[in-house]
Each structure stands twice: as structure tokens, then as C-alpha cells.
């Protein structure tokens, strides 16, 4: 079973609609959870944390936490095509600071 | 705030032999990692440090892969007798105390011939 997983897509949406990406983790003691956006050829960039349960809104972005099903997720709400990217959903482990990367989700904003 | 630096950029190397990539952190981090990437995957995490100790190494590191951060401030990351399958790209993030928030370097893309 792998740490962090994603599913790699790609995810097409059209402009303006709601893009939804999903991850799963294995760590049940995991606390800390983020999304990154990665364009191609760049690095990672960090675009939302979440740490406890429940919602967390950001502009359009909105982070979702279930600790008990061990999942997180991703909204992008009014997507554009420069959303266009590979978004990674990372897990800290726990007791430490050892962060684990899923695969990533390549999305596809369509104009 | 400079950003996180890695240098060199890029690196051609052949096979066997050993290369050497150095990372900037943000200045205030204490922590530092080391990823590697290849196309289509994501990160992989490799090592990271806490000021100068090195806190955790992967399993799946040969041990020809090594790491340090002298006086907990830059770091080095050494690959020894290069192979074709080391073809990456690495990168190194850095975190400031108390958060796993990582801010990451523009990377370092290492082709092996």
C-alpha cells in the first residue's frame, strides 16, 4: 500500500467549473496535510494546509480533512485554464517532520 | 528572503562517476530536505535535517547517496558512481520551526550517460 495516494488522471474540466481532487494516506497518526501545485518544468509551490477536521477555504480553494477515513481533498471552484497543473496532496508523518508526496493529479482547465 | 537556492541547475555526468549538489535555505528554517523526482512522479522523499543532524534517510537510499548540512545552515548532496537510473531531478525544500509548510528550490536536473 502506497503512503500517499492519488489518482495520477488527468482531470478535465472546463473553465469555470468545480475541480475536485482526492488523496489518501496510510499514517493514521498523521496531523498535518497539504496540497502543492506544481507546473510543468517548476517546483513544487505550496497553496493550502489543513490540520484538523472539517473545511478550510482559502479564495478558491477549499481544503477537506476526514482523519477518520483517512482522506483529504481538493476543491478548486471557478477553475481557469491557468489552474492547469499537477497538484500534489502531501502527508507529515507522525511524531516528526518527515513529509511524503502522493503521485500527483494532473488537471486539465479547459477553455 | 532570497528563496531556497540549488546549485548547479543542471548536471550531465557519465556513468561512475560522483556528483555533488548544494542547497541554500531560506535563511531562518531549521529544517531542510532532499527529494528526488522523476517524470510523471512525485517528490520522493530522500533525507531531511533539523538545524545539523539528520533526523531521517529513506530506506530506499543506496548507500551511495549522502548527505550533509555543516553548522545546520547549507547543505550537500552526494551521489557516488553514478548510474543511469539516478537520472533526476532533486530538489530541496526548506521549513521554518514548527511547520511542515515546504518552500522549494527551482531543483537540480541530473542526467547520467
Known amino acids: 500500500q502506497k503512503e500517499v495516494e492519488q489518482n495520477s488522471g488527468p482531470l478535465s474540466v472546463p473553465e469555470g467549473a468545480i475541480a475536485s481532487l482526492n488523496c489518501t494516506y496510510s499514517?493514521?497518526?498523521?496531523?498535518?496535510f497539504f496540497w502543492y501545485r506544481q507546473y510543468s518544468g517548476k517546483s513544487p509551490e505550496l497553496i493550502m494546509s489543513?490540520?484538523?477536521?472539517g473545511d478550510k477555504e482559502d479564495g478558491r480553494f477549499t481544503a477537506q480533512l476526514n482523519k477518520a477515513s483517512q482522506y483529504v481533498s481538493l476543491l478548486i471552484r471557478d477553475s481557469q485554464p491557468s489552474d492547469s497543473a499537477t497538484y500534489l496532496c502531501a502527508v507529515t508523518y507522525t511524531g516528526g517532520f518527515k513529509t511524503i508526496f502522493g503521485a500527483g493529479t494532473r488537471l486539465f482547465v479547459k477553455a | 528572503d532570497t528563496g531556497v537556492s540549488q546549485n548547479p541547475r543542471h548536471k550531465i555526468t557519465k556513468r561512475g562517476q560522483n556528483v555533488t549538489f548544494r542547497c541554500d535555505p531560506i535563511s531562518e528554517h531549521n529544517r531542510l530536505y532532499w527529494y528526488r523526482q522523476t517524470l510523471g512522479q512525485g517528490p520522493e522523499f530522500l533525507t531531511y535535517?533539523?538545524?545539523?543532524?539528520?533526523?531521517?534517510k529513506s530506506r530506499l537510499l543506496s548507500d551511495r547517496f549522502s548527505a550533509e548540512r555543516p553548522k545546520g545552515s547549507f547543505s550537500t548532496l552526494e551521489i557516488q558512481r553514478t548510474e543511469q537510473g539516478d537520472s533526476a531531478m532533486y530538489l530541496c525544500?526548506?521549513?521554518?520551526?514548527?511547520?511542515?509548510?515546504?518552500?522549494f528550490g527551482e531543483g537540480s536536473r541530473l542526467t547520467v550517460l
Open positions: 489543513i490540520y484538523s477536521n
Open positions: 525544500a526548506s521549513a521554518g520551526p514548527g511547520t511542515g509548510e515546504l518552500f
Open positions: 535535517f533539523q538545524n545539523e543532524a539528520q533526523l531521517e
Open positions: 499514517d493514521r497518526g498523521s496531523q498535518s
